[in-house]
DNA sequence: GATTTTTTTTATATCGTTCCAAAAATGAGG
DNA sequence: CCTCATTTTTGGAACGATATAAAAAAAATC
């Protein structure tokens, strides 16, 4: 276990003080190249590992940044994972990884804990029910912080999401282009930001086509494969007939389509599908799924960029950002059975 | 900005020396009781939190761990992600991900930064190809280190996965007793330990058969969805007569599944397919994938709870742990098309 | 060669905690 | 009340780096 070697054991054996030698460590410019040079070599030679939390505790950064997410298991969240650890991964950021698992609890653990590490920053996916009050020490302590693809209503910190409003809106549209007499919405926790955007996109598509109130229909809660499962069984229950689908998302959506499976319907044909998110195996699905892209890594990475933009001092005033998003249009809306609508 | 709040600003509005406070916020079980509330409340009162990279200086234990993946998005890595995180985060310690993506480069850096952030131990599911050499480092420093599903031939480390041979051997037997004639492995990295192990199953299984060689073939290289997609597309056009398909995991037998898709083959009835792994979504698949369970979150529980050990000092002898797996019995090997198959 | 300017190096204090050995307080026994 | 054992508290060094300001060395100017 024989002890570490230290910056001072590489000045030592060069006979220069530690100062210079912490400063070419640091990448800094204002020490010879000669030095530099012999510097980097000892420190090789000796198999120096440069020492983070000794170097934070002076300099007051750690380069810790911290990932909160429900869990990495759902493809939505680990691509977002993704995006966020490959931005930082290049910029020598490491990232702390958390799971709340929708838990409140355990979320209010891993924020502690990761105040604990200090971290330079945070993205947090919250859970749902998280309140303003749960996030009061990010603020007093004065943290930043990008809240990704979940806002909480009254409270003033970043937020990036995608543009739930308009994404809802084409999907809907485009159901009602192939001429689906009522609409229903599946999935998703009502109440929530994302819901009620949703909500609107799609309150904006029926109403501008006519759509009577009585032909809508609202189907929460949940936002699992299951709850897509339990939902649509009892939506067959109930008696379908022409119907578009909007699903809260992709993952939902698959438990939609599990349903049906199981059914005399047959999803394109009888009624018409469309999710939102695009995770990457929605266009592998039979039949694959329409859904509306969010672009979940390019999310994560600019939220990565943007906190590092913030932590720079750069972004002084809190923004909301939505990103845009697209309708792909593959087989689940019927664009592959009838003929195609636009 | 205000200055933090530190252990000494306790003992200073308490008139107590800051060892005390230091050794309430450890838990000791020195002080006494009254001391003890006194400090704890004036630590809530006051928003003290605790500086760890302060604590691991001296202590020289940093309560960091190292998890090191292929990448998240996929569910497999996203599962054992799941597990390690989901043990760790109970004992209170704080997971540093890395994604290395299977690029020997980024792995390298990976592990650097988490030797830099002292890492109390590292679990590491190490990028194709990576040599001995490239875990000296680890070796020399002495860092705790679990390699996880992945084996690296003359290495002394402990290692965690699942037990290859066997499940290859069950899943080949199975094959066969649904009289598939010749017997095709799809995918897997060839020449890495894991696809020799699997490859060791399934000719134990092919020679007690006596199936004959010459009905044995070997489809390298490549663990995606693409590859399993891009391997059968081959595999057809050269010929498809009654065979069972060991795919080298439930992602390839995704993309084998979307290949025979396109076929005029019919998995379950004109031919036999199992996997390995039983990732989440190969239940919800079509057909189901009938596959070899690892049980990808308890792995990485268990590479947690071992590495944990390994910190502990409890396991001084380097170990080789191979967990049992158990063949699912789904659609996709047939057993829903004609009788079952014990 | 003396003076000024610029480049390079360094000494020392400091970050917030834990460790250690010793001091102080408390309790028990006579 | 004194002694001894036990419990509780404490001061100060230490961990390994960075920040700061000042010293030393080198280069430029006259």
């Not at 030679?45 to 909160?68: E, F, K, P």
């Not at 020490?137 to 990008?146: A, D, G, K, S």
């Not at 003033?156 to 543009?163: A, E, Q, R, V």
């Not at 809260?248 to 999803?267: F, R, T, W």
Request: aromatic residues 4%; charged residues 20%.
């Amino acid at each position: 276990m024989g002890n570490e070697i230290t910056q001072q054991d590489i000045a030592s054996s060069l006979g220069v003080s530690k100062s210079t030698v912490s400063l070419v460590l640091q990448g800094s410019p204002l020490v010879a190249d000669a030095t530099r040079k012999k510097v980097q070599e000892s420190a090789e030679q000796l198999g120096y590992v440069y020492n983070r939390a000794a170097a934070s505790l002076r300099s007051r950064q750690t380069g810790n940044l911290g990932l909160i997410v429900s869990s990495v298991s759902n493809p939505f969240f680990a691509e977002l994972t993704n995006g966020v650890e490959q931005f930082l991964g290049v910029e020598e950021k490491t990232v702390l990884l958390g799971q709340h698992s929708e838990d409140l609890a355990a979320q209010k653990r891993l924020i502690n804990s990761m105040l604990e590490s200090r971290v330079d920053g945070l993205i947090i996916v919250p859970a749902y029910g998280t309140s303003a009050d749960d996030c009061s020490r990010l603020l007093t302590l004065n943290i930043p912080t990008v809240l990704l693809t979940r806002r909480i209503s009254k409270i003033n910190l970043h937020y990036i999401g995608s543009d739930n409003v308009s994404g809802a809106y084409e999907a809907v549209r485009h159901l009602i282009a192939h001429k689906r007499k009522s609409i229903v919405l599946i999935g998703g926790q009502v109440g929530t930001p994302a819901h009620n955007e949703r909500l609107e996109g799609l309150t904006r598509a029926t109403q501008e086509e006519k759509i009577p109130a009585s032909r809508v229909k609202i189907m929460g809660n949940g936002a699992t494969r299951q709850s897509g499962f339990n939902l649509t069984q009892e939506l067959i229950a109930s008696g379908i007939d022409n119907i578009g689908i909007l699903a809260y998302n992709d993952i939902v959506a698959l438990g939609i389509l599990g349903a049906l499976k199981e059914s005399k319907y047959k999803v394109g044909r009888d009624l018409s599908l469309i999710s939102i998110d695009n995770i990457e195996s929605s266009k592998f699905e039979t039949p694959a799924l329409s859904t509306v892209d969010v672009n979940a890594p390019e999310l994560g990475r600019k939220a990565a960029e943007s906190l590092l933009q913030i932590i720079a001092g750069k972004e002084k005033v809190k923004k909301t950002v939505f990103l845009n998003n697209k309708l792909i249009i593959r087989e689940s809306c019927g664009c592959n059975e009838d003929k195609k609508v636009s």
